[in-house]
């Protein structure tokens, strides 16, 4: 005695899936499963997904929305003195493990640093 393969009913599955799409037709996998779920059908998933990709109504992945090409301009240089200033603090610690910090100021003209100063890092918890 051989098997003999039981044919499938799909019929039930295939009209649940054609009565979606026509009244959503966005919707992927995921959400037409949902509702068939939410709505008390008996069909597995395995079952819906081997219709939906025998009806192909897999839908086309969306592509990444790119945003135009920046046109790069050379950045402004300082073309006097003290024109432009950076800022920046810096943090450290000691070998003994004292934290501190510096806040430094440059000029950008010249790159003439003003004198740093540095303080021992206290934080208050809230």
């Not at 192909?56 to 920046?70: D, S, W």
């Not at 950008?108 to 740093?116: D, G, H, I, K």
Request: proline share 6%.
């Amino acid at each position: 005695m051989r098997y003999r393969a039981v044919a499938r009913d799909d019929s039930g599955v295939i009209e649940f899936l054609e009565q979606h799409i026509a009244v959503n037709p966005r919707h992927g996998f995921g959400l037409i499963y949902d509702s068939a779920r939410h709505q008390g059908k008996p069909w597995g998933k395995t079952v819906m997904w081997r219709v939906y990709c025998d009806l192909k109504l897999n839908l086309p992945r969306r592509g990444k929305k790119r945003l135009p090409a920046r046109i790069k301009l050379p950045l402004d240089r300082a073309r006097e003195p003290n024109q432009h200033w950076s800022c920046d603090f810096m943090a450290d610690a000691l070998w003994s493990g004292r934290r501190f910090r510096t806040f430094n100021v440059i000029n950008e003209f010249n790159r003439e640093a003003l004198p740093s100063r540095s303080t021992r890092v206290c934080r208050q918890r809230a």
